[in-house]
Nanobody, 123 residues
């Protein structure tokens, strides 16, 4: 069993930065790829980025390339999403999710999900 807990969301101005954290628990956590997804009001949940168990990185959303960076600290069992130069369209609930082994884009493949953290980009 794996548990995921997101934190770090909040209100940020356009052009600002925010770092989200996804803390994982369970001895098998290093075996999992961790993905970040987001869901804006009235929209489907979309993939943002993912980091595999061997630190392979996949960026799902073209709109975040060059602005968002994913990283994992296995010693802390935590995966981070560094969000720079945020835009109002980044406003969403951000979720982290776990899938065994390698990153995949299809969200139905992910076995475990966190409860989400709200990110609001507004002046």
């Amino acid at each position: 069993q794996l548990q995921l807990v997101e934190s770090g969301g909040g209100l940020v101005q356009p052009g600002g930065s925010l770092r989200l954290s996804c803390a994982t628990s369970g001895v098998i956590a290093p075996l999992y790829a961790i993905g970040w997804f987001r869901q804006a009001p009235g929209k489907e949940r979309e993939g943002v980025s993912c980091i595999g168990k061997n630190d392979q990185i996949t960026v799902f959303a073209d709109s975040v390339k060059g602005r968002f960076t994913i990283a994992r600290d296995n010693a802390k069992n935590t995966v981070y999403l560094q969000m720079n130069d945020v835009r109002p369209e980044d406003t969403a609930i951000y979720y982290c999710a776990a899938v065994l082994g390698m990153c995949v884009h299809e969200r139905s493949e992910y076995d475990y999900w966190g409860q989400g953290t709200q990110v609001t980009v507004s002046s």
